[in-house]
């Protein structure tokens, strides 16, 4: 096989990965922002028990859920209080929904 056509394989190959976890983070993200809106400012794992997810890979949807509501302007990340260790930040930073 042609080397330039295993590095075009691969590279619709990684795209197609792409499209397909953007499309799934869009989904929770869809979720997570009228959750913020009701509840108010949230941490990971309380979204997580908001929408009934469990797991490691439960957890990966929400933070790219939430990077992409960050990147677009919705949602701000407050501030973690100084000296937290870093393995319990996830445990403690709060996201809220941005005032328009």
Do not use: C, H
Not at 5 to 25: D, E, F, Q, S
Not at 46 to 56: A, N, R
């Amino acid at each position: 096989m042609e080397p330039w056509l295993i590095g075009a394989i691969a590279g619709g190959t990684a795209a197609l990965a792409v499209m397909v976890t953007a499309r799934r983070g869009n989904k929770t993200a869809l979720e997570i922002l009228p959750l913020l809106r009701d509840r108010g400012p949230l941490t990971i794992p309380e979204i997580m028990e908001q929408l009934g997810l469990v797991g490691f890979s439960a957890q990966g949807k929400v933070v790219m859920a939430l990077d992409s509501l960050i990147r677009s302007g919705n949602v701000e990340e407050r501030p973690v209080p100084p000296g937290t260790p870093q393995l319990e930040k996830i445990k403690v930073r709060k996201y809220a929904v941005r005032a328009s």
